[in-house]
């Protein structure tokens, strides 16, 4: 069994140390940094947006709102360009927190759509890798990111990708409404 939060938090609150990040070429920053004091547990963690379906903004969205939906899926964009070539989520139709509350025939189809939309993605061109991500931190509503990593800067590689995508400017909004409705066409 894991350790709980108490224990974990006693063992690390005074021997936190800082990855040698800056000999890495992926890592975003130069100087000196060095880690936040770790907080102690909370009681109880806030809950989600949405949590428990109730009062979810992705389940109130309507379809219009979506580049691709179908009977099980939707796509979204953020609103506006970010700092990489596209960033778009993937989400149930239904209110599912986690993806292990997915019956097995819509985590069967999860997978095929995934690598679909990541095959879409990378058929826009300039694309290095897409990273297909998991957090549920803040929204309850099951969703993964696919964030476009662009070709050919091997400084953006791994998960720092994450991070450069608030760095760098954004896209140009005309490319990337193109990309968006490049990407609509490529989903059919």
Same mark, same amino acid.
């Given at each position: 069994?894991?350790? *709980?939060?108490?224990?974990?938090?006693?063992?690390?609150?005074?021997?936190?140390?800082?990855?040698?990040?800056?000999?890495?070429? *992926?890592? &975003?920053?130069?100087?000196?940094?060095?880690?936040?004091?770790?907080? &102690?547990?909370?009681?109880?963690?806030? &809950?989600?947006?949405?949590?428990?379906?109730?009062?979810?903004? /992705?389940?109130?969205?309507?379809?219009?709102?979506?580049? #691709?939906?179908?009977?099980? #899926?939707? $796509?979204?964009?953020?609103?506006?360009? *970010?700092?990489?070539?596209?960033?778009?989520? %993937?989400?149930? /139709?239904?209110?599912?927190?986690?993806?292990?509350?997915?019956?097995?025939?819509?985590?069967?189809?999860?997978?095929?759509?995934?690598? /679909?939309?990541? /095959?879409?993605?990378?058929? %826009?061109?300039?694309?290095?890798?897409? !990273?297909?991500?998991? #957090?549920?931190?803040?929204?309850? !509503? $099951? !969703?993964?990111?696919?964030?476009?990593?662009?070709?050919?800067?091997?400084?953006?590689?791994?998960?720092?990708?994450?991070?450069?995508?608030?760095?760098? &400017?954004?896209?140009?909004?005309?490319?990337?409404?193109?990309? %968006?409705?490049?990407?609509?066409?490529?989903?059919?």
């Amino acid at each position: 069994m894991p350790e *709980t939060p108490e224990e974990l938090y006693a063992r690390a609150k005074d021997a936190l140390r800082m990855p040698p990040v800056e000999e890495w070429e *992926t890592f &975003p920053f130069d100087g000196e940094l060095r880690p936040r004091l770790l907080q &102690p547990p909370v009681e109880r963690e806030e &809950p989600r947006f949405g949590e428990g379906g109730v009062e979810c903004r /992705r389940c109130a969205a309507p379809d219009d709102d979506y580049l #691709w939906t179908n009977e099980n #899926w939707r $796509l979204w964009s953020l609103p506006e360009p *970010t700092g990489l070539p596209l960033v778009v989520l %993937l989400e149930s /139709r239904e209110h599912y927190a986690e993806p292990g509350d997915l019956p097995e025939e819509l985590a069967a189809e999860l997978g095929v759509l995934q690598a /679909r939309i990541e /095959r879409a993605i990378r058929g %826009l061109g300039n694309i290095g890798r897409v !990273h297909v991500c998991r #957090w549920g931190d803040g929204g309850e !509503h $099951l !969703h993964w990111w696919f964030m476009a990593r662009p070709a050919r800067i091997p400084q953006l590689i791994g998960s720092f990708a994450a991070i450069w995508d608030d760095i760098l &400017p954004p896209v140009p909004e005309e490319q990337w409404r193109a990309d %968006l409705a490049a990407l609509r066409t490529a989903l059919g």
